[in-house]
């Protein structure tokens, strides 16, 4: 029987899956944002929850400082939530505090509810995280496509990314400190301009404290001879 319109064609099963991957990947490339749950996660990791029984204040600090050192390496958007809905006439608020934002929900808002609602407004351009381990908090976020930390994995992941980031830091200040002055050519075009004494003291300051070559010495004791000639002091040997 001859029909008329358009023919639409099945797609086959192998073209369902590519398909279904090309989706998965444009997922992936979104931007990450981490939302966090502040109260809930100091009373559970055990040095802020320590710390909160003498000063809350002062544990609050604390985590934002880990957040921030966080944030920096993974470079995500992170927003961190405090309670504050217990306060009478409280109108909220909303800071930037260094690499992070720092939102005090207002009267009557509790965390979970202002988690709830970013969560939504932002899973359209961002990969949600919720780090909290309010159990019934990750059914909500789980059911608006955000993606559960538990307190616990959430202190995991930050130590592991710290101790990440110490070893980046250390392996770059490892390869600047063998950059000695016994490497360098003496060739002042090389500093575009300084002055070779001081790039030298410049050199000193970096480098390891551990003993130094006898080329080292020789050089130093030149450039020292040098130096001390141009302003006009004698050193007797």
């Not at 279904?20 to 559970?44: A, H, M, R």
């Not at 204040?57 to 390496?73: I, S």
């Not at 690499?99 to 899973?123: F, G, P």
């Not at 075009?189 to 970096?206: A, H, M, P, Q, S």
């Amino acid at each position: 029987i001859r029909t008329y319109g358009p023919i639409k064609r099945r797609l086959s099963k192998e073209m369902n899956r590519k398909i279904e991957k090309q989706v998965e990947e444009k997922k992936t490339i979104l931007p990450e944002c981490l939302l966090v749950d502040g109260y809930n996660i100091i009373f559970s990791w055990d040095e802020l929850n320590e710390l909160s029984k003498t000063n809350l204040d002062h544990a609050r600090t604390r985590l934002m400082e880990m957040l921030n050192n966080y944030q920096g390496y993974r470079k995500c958007l992170l927003i961190v939530v405090f309670d504050a809905y217990k306060i009478k006439k409280n109108v909220g608020s909303f800071e930037k505090n260094d690499n992070i934002y720092v939102v005090y929900t207002k009267e009557a808002q509790t965390a979970d509810n202002y988690i709830e609602k970013v969560t939504h407004d932002l899973a359209e351009n961002y990969r949600v995280y919720v780090a909290t381990s309010d159990a019934l908090e990750q059914t909500i976020v789980f059911s608006t496509g955000a993606m559960r930390i538990s307190a616990r994995e959430f202190e995991l992941l930050v130590k592991e990314t710290h101790e990440n980031e110490l070893k980046e830091f250390n392996r770059k200040n490892k390869q600047m400190k063998n950059y000695l002055l016994e490497d360098l050519h003496l060739d002042k075009d090389l500093f575009f301009g300084e002055d070779l004494f001081t790039t030298y003291r410049k050199l000193v300051n970096i480098r390891e404290a551990k003993p130094v070559s006898k080329k080292f010495l020789e050089i130093q004791d030149e450039m020292l001879q040098e130096e001390n000639c141009k302003q006009g002091t004698q050193v007797s040997v």
